[in-house]
């Protein structure tokens, strides 16, 4: 029992705390019990404690926040990868099934990102129909009327959303050479041969989609692209307005419409002058 009254006089013992303010004013003593001031550095102790683990907390979260983000872009990324590969994937099963290398070829989309034809890869399969159907070969031999050979007119009545020369691409951005003018039109719209020929090429051709080629003699060459079904077939003549196929957007397109070109002597030219007239 005394002990016990020992220790409470212990703990209620004062202790004196001077505060010296340096100034005119005079000093102040407070006094508290040693209890009070024990437990007031304890409180500071956990105080102290408690700010330091928030701290670190906070630290945790935007460190694990900012892996968050970082993991979260990752996965986006690996999803989109995914699901181009899925693309691809089903792409070359469908390509690969159709049995022949001739036959792959025409549907792999190759184009030029400028939007023209590819010509060099038209080029080459025209020059394989040539060879393959002889007729062609005998029409570009004899000596055709100029007039009726030279294109004029339009292939179709539409609306020209994009013409010949530089331009800005409306699928890929950027200014780039366009060698053939667009005609907007419905889809299926026919499409007239605009002079007197013989058809050299006329099916799929990668990023063209289905694309009908016309040989009129004395170098001129008229070209109908994205077609979506063509109604002549390689070694076929044709007159001025013939239906030779339907506008379509096959390939890589932006909606219905025919990329009509004319060569003159192999040579990309202004389709503009030779339309004439609006139909």
Request: glycine share 8%; net charge positive.
């Amino acid at each position: 029992m005394y002990k016990l009254r020992l220790l409470l006089r212990k703990i209620h013992t004062p202790i004196t705390i001077m505060l010296v303010p340096h100034s005119r004013f005079s000093s102040r003593s407070i006094k508290i019990p040693v209890i009070a001031a024990a437990l007031f550095c304890v409180m500071a102790c956990v105080g102290a404690v408690f700010s330091v683990s928030l701290t670190i907390q906070a630290f945790d979260y935007y460190r694990m926040k900012s892996e968050y983000t970082k993991m979260s872009k990752n996965f986006n990324e690996m999803e989109s990868t995914m699901a181009s590969l899925k693309e691809s994937e089903s792409q070359f099963r469908k390509l690969f099934s159709l049995g022949s290398r001739k036959e792959v070829l025409k549907n792999v989309d190759i184009s030029s990102e400028d939007g023209s034809i590819d010509t060099d890869l038209l080029k080459k399969e025209i020059q394989s129909s040539m060879n393959a159907v002889e007729e062609i070969k005998k029409y570009l031999a004899k000596e055709q009327n100029v007039y009726m050979t030279s294109p004029s007119g339009w292939p179709a009545p539409g609306r020209i959303s994009s013409g010949f020369g530089m331009r800005e691409h409306p699928k890929y951005g950027g200014r780039r050479l366009h060698t053939g003018i667009d005609i907007t039109m419905p889809n299926g719209t026919p499409l007239h041969a605009t002079a007197d020929g013989v058809v050299s090429f006329a099916d799929r051709s990668g990023g063209n989609g289905n694309i009908v080629v016309i040989e009129h003699g004395h170098g001129m060459t008229s070209v109908y692209a994205h077609n979506s079904k063509n109604s002549v077939k390689p070694g076929q003549a044709v007159k001025r307005g013939e239906i030779i196929a339907y506008s379509g957007s096959t390939g890589i397109s932006t909606g219905p419409h025919v990329h009509y070109e004319i060569w003159r002597n192999g040579q990309s030219v202004n389709p503009a002058p030779y339309l004439e007239s609006k139909n």
